[in-house]
């Protein structure tokens, strides 16, 4: 089992910056890919951004120059620099752990930003 703690969700006027970190504990693989998602009411979760053990990083196009994913492998924590943010990008984000075939999801954090 691994537990994901999220924290630094909040609200921000367009063009702010907010971070994001996840903290990942319990049975943690030493190679996993950890991740940030998003979700609108009614509708689908999407990807935001990810990150491999090793450093690899992938992004969604509409966050590509805005947002910057990172971790710290000793601490089993990812981060989300958020900066530029736009009304659109209001969602509840979620990070996610998978790693030995096991996806596991943290509860959310609520990103709200305002015109």
């Known amino acids: 089992q691994v537990q994901l703690v999220e924290s630094g969700g909040g609200l921000v006027q367009a063009g702010g910056s907010l971070r994001l970190s996840c903290a990942a504990s319990g049975s943690i693989f030493s190679i996993n890919t950890m991740g940030w998602y998003r979700q609108l009411p009614g509708k689908q979760r999407e990807l935001v951004a990810t990150i491999t053990s090793g450093g690899s990083t992938n992004y969604a196009d509409s966050v590509k120059g805005r947002f910057t994913i990172s971790r710290v492998n000793a601490k089993n924590t990812v981060y989300l620099q958020m900066n530029s943010l736009k009304p659109e990008d209001t969602a509840v984000y979620y990070c996610?752990?998978?790693?030995?075939?096991?996806?596991?999801w943290g509860q959310g954090t609520q990103v709200t930003v305002s015109s």
């Open positions: 996610k752990y998978r790693g030995g075939a096991y996806d596991y």
